[in-house]
């Protein structure tokens, strides 16, 4: 009898799965994709992450790789939205490695989004009809090599030659936790084209290092050139906000004139209310050093933000999170509101 029965309940399922062939496998989203406990937020659990937003809203995100680090990691770009929309806007964070809070942040962003997709709403503009109009490129870890080294020393480099050279190369603050370059020890933040190796005296150091050396030349990392070519890509890009740490402030002027001064301090005004981040002031802060700010803004005509969240020294504690978080969870809304 009890064969009989494993036999019949057998049947049924297979019968199942012809009806329905996705039957078997049906299942909706978790509950809660991105952790935000973990102490960390390594580069594998972003990926994990990433699969899971592809897997279960796929309807509402993208996702694509602008190419591989020297130490083989994918950079992986997340589209929210349409991808054919006729505007973008691009937001990027964790250029420097050690400011990785910054991605655990952007994908508690996307998470949001992509549950409200359907539901939410600013200024009674429904998210999927803004998305639909403004397309979100969203690079949550340019640096992942360097991410890995801050989190876990040089042990997690899989690249001998690499890891050889990292031993050489000098760490400022002492340990490897405080490392901002890439696996290269290239600052990536010095690496684009304007104002390259221009700056104050200290901006620069003459050889690989844990920061502050910007390359043989500009564009010379993977990971510039994977940021650059996504930036020159976009038809009709009207906005990047680009995640750093520390100090609560946000920069915004590096020399803009015209109609392009007067889009990105309209973008400033409304970061500075959203977020409560003070602006710097014109004229404080020297607009060179090959940074990607200044770049979008003086090179490329995109208006940027250079946006620098947290207060404590980086890595952020943990304590911390909660507050960027809420100060900065509605920034991707109103961009591309603002922009639309």
């Known amino acids: 009898m009890r064969n009989r029965t494993h036999r019949v309940l057998a049947l049924l399922l297979l019968v199942t799965v012809f009806l329905w062939p996705g039957a078997a496998y049906a299942e909706g989203p978790p509950k809660n994709i991105v952790d935000e406990t973990d102490k960390k937020y390594s580069y594998n659990d972003m990926v994990k992450d990433l699969k899971q937003f592809e897997k279960y809203y796929s309807d509402r995100v993208t996702l694509k790789s602008l190419g591989k680090t020297a130490d083989k ?4 770009c997340v589209i929210l939205g349409n991808p054919d929309a006729k505007k973008q806007i691009v937001v990027q964070a964790s250029m420097h490695a050690r400011e990785y809070m910054n ?34 490129y969203i690079v949550p870890m340019v640096n992942p090599d360097g991410v890995t080294i801050s989190q876990y020393g040089i042990k997690k480099i899989k690249d001998k030659k ?26 990536l933040n010095r690496n684009f084209k304007r104002g390259w190796k221009k700056g104050a005296k200290g901006d620069f150091v003459s050889k690989p290092a844990s920061e502050r050396y910007p390359g043989k030349k500009p564009l010379s990392e993977k990971e510039s050139i994977a940021l650059n070519s996504l930036m020159k890509s976009l038809p009709n890009a009207r906005a990047c906000l680009s995640y750093h740490s520390r100090g609560q402030i946000i920069y915004w002027y590096v020399g803009q004139k015209g109609s392009l001064k007067k889009r990105t301090k309209k973008l400033a005004d409304m970061a500075k209310k959203t977020t409560g981040y003070k602006l710097v002031a014109p004229g404080t802060y020297y607009p060179g050093r090959g940074e990607f ?30 507050k960027i978080y809420k100060k900065n969870k509605t920034m991707i809304e109103k961009t591309a509101y603002l922009v639309k």
Request: overall charge positive; charged content about 35%.
């Open 293 to 322: 700010g200044n770049y979008c803004n003086m090179n490329l005509k995109i208006p940027n933000l250079t946006i620098e969240t947290g207060k404590g020294k980086c890595p952020l504690s943990r304590k911390e999170f909660s």
């Open 162 to 187: 690499l890891r050889k050279k990292l031993k050489k190369m000098k760490k400022y603050g002492g340990s490897y936790k405080y490392w901002k370059a890439n696996a290269r020890g290239v600052d």
């Open 103 to 136: 991605t655990q942040m952007i994908m508690e962003c996307l998470e949001r989004y992509v549950k409200k997709y359907e539901t939410g709403s600013y200024k009674k503009m429904k998210y999927k009809d803004l998305f639909n109009k403004v397309a979100v």
């Open 73 to 76: 990691r994918e950079i992986y």
